[in-house]
C-alpha cells in the first residue's frame, strides 16, 4: 500500500485541477480538487513554517470584504462536502472563484515548495487574464506577456484554450503526452 505524504496530495489534487480547468471539464470537480488542495497548502503553511499563509493574508488585505473572502474560500467547498446542516439548500455557484481558488493554491504551493510546471502556467495565464490586479516584477510581466500574448483581449473561452494549447504544448515537451 502506498504512503503519501499531505503535500503530495495537495500537489496531485492542484496539478489535476488545473488540467482540468483547462480541459474545460466540470467546474464543480475542478472547484472540489482546488478548494481541498489550497486549505491543505494553507494548512501545512501555517503548521509547518513561521510564515504567513496565503488565505490569512487575502482575509486580512482589506482588498475584498470579509464577507467576500469567506464566500470565495469557503462557501463553494462546504457546500459541495457537506450536507449535514444544510441538506436542501442551493449555491449560487460562481465559477469565477474556481479560478481564484486554482491560483490562491498556486501560491500556497509556493510557499511550501517549487511550484509545478502546470502551477507556473496557469500563473501566468491567470495573471494575464487581466482579471485581478497585481503589481507584476517586470520580469513575470514579460514571461506572461510571451507566452500569453493579447490573452486579456479574448474571451473567456478562447483564454482557457489559450491556456489548453500552451498546457498541451508544455506536455509534450516533456514527454508526456
Given amino acids: 500500500m502506498p504512503v503519501i505524504t499531505k503535500l503530495e496530495?495537495?500537489?496531485?489534487?492542484l496539478s489535476a485541477a488545473i488540467r482540468l480547468f483547462f480541459a474545460g471539464e466540470d467546474a464543480i470537480v475542478v472547484h472540489s480538487l482546488a478548494s481541498s488542495a489550497a486549505n491543505l497548502y494553507s494548512d501545512l503553511v501555517e503548521r509547518t513554517t513561521s510564515r504567513e499563509s496565503w488565505r490569512r493574508r487575502f482575509g486580512n488585505s482589506g482588498q475584498r470584504a470579509q464577507g467576500e473572502v469567506k464566500a470565495i474560500l469557503n462557501d463553494a467547498w462546504n457546500f459541495f462536502k457537506h450536507a449535514d446542516r444544510d441538506a436542501t439548500s442551493d449555491l449560487e455557484f460562481d465559477e469565477e472563484h474556481t479560478e481564484l481558488m486554482l491560483f490562491y493554491?498556486?501560491?500556497?504551493?509556493?510557499?511550501?515548495?517549487p511550484t509545478t510546471e502546470e502551477m507556473k502556467l496557469f500563473q501566468l495565464w491567470f495573471l494575464r487574464t487581466g482579471r485581478f490586479e497585481l503589481q507584476l516584477t517586470g520580469e513575470i510581466q514579460a514571461a506572461a506577456e510571451?507566452?500569453?500574448p493579447d490573452l486579456h483581449l479574448l474571451s473567456h473561452a478562447q483564454q482557457v484554450q489559450r491556456g489548453m494549447q500552451r498546457l498541451k504544448a508544455l506536455s509534450s515537451a516533456n514527454g508526456d503526452a
Avoid: I, M, N, P
Fill in 9 to 13: 496530495a495537495a500537489r496531485r489534487q
Fill in 105 to 113: 493554491g498556486t501560491l500556497e504551493c509556493g510557499e511550501l515548495e
Fill in 146 to 148: 510571451h507566452l500569453f
